[in-house]
């Protein structure tokens, strides 16, 4: 238990109030999971008196002290609430702090009884006047109070992602409710902080049905909807259509992104969601067969704006969007490069390095490449492909230049379009490995002179 909670829980007792720990901590508590994050509602004690306890033992900051919420450390400590709608969006609320509130009333504005549970660190007492804890047991999704839960229709999205994190079935009225919420008053930052979570759910895949079930694959992704009844390569992908792949992919790539930092772990995810955007656009009987030709390059421009409708950029300075648009135009390239009948060079692989991180690419291209189930498919070219480019050293950047301007100038270059152009080309001829080192560099430098 965090020490914190515990001072903060007795010291609130001793002024003759109730501190309980509430929210995602409890349910995750039940699951058997570690949680970080632990916010506590404070009963019996008024606003003011609420900030003299908190700061005799820390420091104290204010998150929203209209509605008395604080921050004492790393915990959220704040009244009970009371919320009413004002008008459409997310910030349409009217909420007030009321310290008499009964632990029903508190209970009863939280989305799903799985999160409607209080623990009380002092007694070790759950209060679950809702029965969140069958729920957990059962593993069944079930909303609070029907009458107020489409008053946030980012709760929609948060049941999906629930779903997909814990395992968990959406009750018939549950479903039924989320159906019928309008979505289109959420900003696109909302949005992506839910589809972030469920992107590292165990099995993605199970959120995303569960969002076409729902009718939000339709109404907020369209480039992902139009994958839904794409027909695919019978030989290749038995299975079905391309969402159907596409869905197994994703499963596939959440398996192999826990060694990597999450701005590439995202990466990952997000190309292997858009790695076929360009099929419905190029699918075709062709030659007495169904083919998908360059849907790679056709994938961008969906691809791009699917990440414009979940604001996707760049996350801690990591170009992630590049990163998602590079995997998505070349996701075929490491098995036509080892089918090529002609050996690729290295200059190839420099080369694409340029676009891609190549391991990010190799492992995107694996996970399409065993997400063909049922079937037997051959995956090696994806490791080949990936120890070519570590092999070289440009698994995740290209070559730096060797040859630079500082050099040129000692050569009586000036600065300026030509120095440029001499840079460039001496950075191809390095690319295909014929420049090695600075002499070889300056060698080349020269010849392009004439000197």
């Known amino acids: 238990m965090n020490e914190r909670a515990l ?72 009244l009970p609430r009371r919320e009413s709608k004002s008008g459409r969006g997310h910030r349409a609320f009217v909420v007030t702090g009321d310290p008499s509130m009964s632990f029903e009333d508190a209970a009863r504005r939280r989305d799903f009884t799985i999160n409607a549970i209080s623990f009380d660190p002092l007694t070790g007492e759950y209060i679950d006047p809702f029965e969140g804890r069958d729920d957990l047991e059962r593993r069944l999704l079930r909303i609070v109070d029907a009458g107020t839960f489409a008053d946030d229709s980012l709760r929609v999205l948060r049941g999906i992602q629930f779903a997909a994190r814990f395992n968990l079935t959406l009750d018939d009225q549950t479903r039924e409710i989320c159906r019928s919420i309008p979505l289109d008053d959420l900003p696109a930052e909302r949005i992506w902080g839910e589809v972030e979570k469920l992107l590292f759910a165990p099995k993605p895949s199970t959120g995303l049905a569960l969002a076409l079930e729902l009718g939000v694959v339709e109404r907020l992704w369209p480039e992902l909807f139009a994958l839904v009844g794409c027909v695919q390569e019978p030989e290749w992908h038995p299975e079905g259509d391309v969402w159907v792949h596409t869905l197994q992919v994703v499963d596939q790539a959440r398996t192999r992104i826990d060694d990597l930092p999450r701005p590439q772990q995202l990466a990952v995810m997000l190309g292997a969601v858009c790695h076929d955007f360009g099929k419905p656009a190029t699918t075709a009987f062709l ?56 050996p690729v060079g290295d200059g190839a692989f420099r080369r694409l390095a340029q676009k891609v991180d190549l391991e990010l690419l190799a492992r995107v291209a694996k996970s399409d490449c065993l997400g063909r189930e049922p079937g037997t498919f051959n995956c090696q070219a994806m490791d080949w492909f990936l120890e070519r480019a570590r092999a070289l050293g440009v698994q995740h950047a290209p070559p730096q230049p060797i040859l630079l301007g500082r050099h040129l100038i000692a050569l009586g270059v000036k600065p300026g379009p030509r120095m440029g152009e001499i840079l460039k080309a001496v950075y191809e001829q390095q690319l295909d490995g014929s420049v090695t080192t600075v002499d070889e560099g300056l060698a080349a430098a020269r010849a392009l002179l004439g000197t």
């Not at 001072?7 to 409890?26: E, F, K, N, S, T």
């Not at 995750?28 to 306890?53: M, N, W």
């Not at 908190?54 to 400590?77: A, H, N, P």
């Not at 699917?306 to 969007?321: A, T």
């Open 7 to 78: 001072d903060i829980a007795r010291a609130v007792q001793r002024d003759g109030g109730r501190a309980l720990i509430v929210g995602g901590w409890v349910r995750d508590r039940l699951l058997g999971h570690e949680s970080k994050d632990i916010d506590i509602e404070v009963f019996g004690i008024q606003p003011e008196r609420l900030r003299a306890i908190l700061e005799s033992i820390g420091r104290v900051e204010t998150v929203g002290e209209s509605f008395q919420v604080y921050k004492c450390g790393d915990i959220d400590v704040s």
């Open 287 to 342: 030659d007495g067969r169904i083919r998908s030709i360059d849907h790679e390059a056709q994938g961008v421009a969906p691809a791009s704006a699917f990440l414009d409708r979940l604001n996707v950029h760049s996350f801690d300075g990591y170009d992630v969007r590049a990163q998602v648009l590079g995997v998505t135009e070349q996701h075929l390239k490491p098995g036509m490069w080892f089918k090529a009948p002609t």
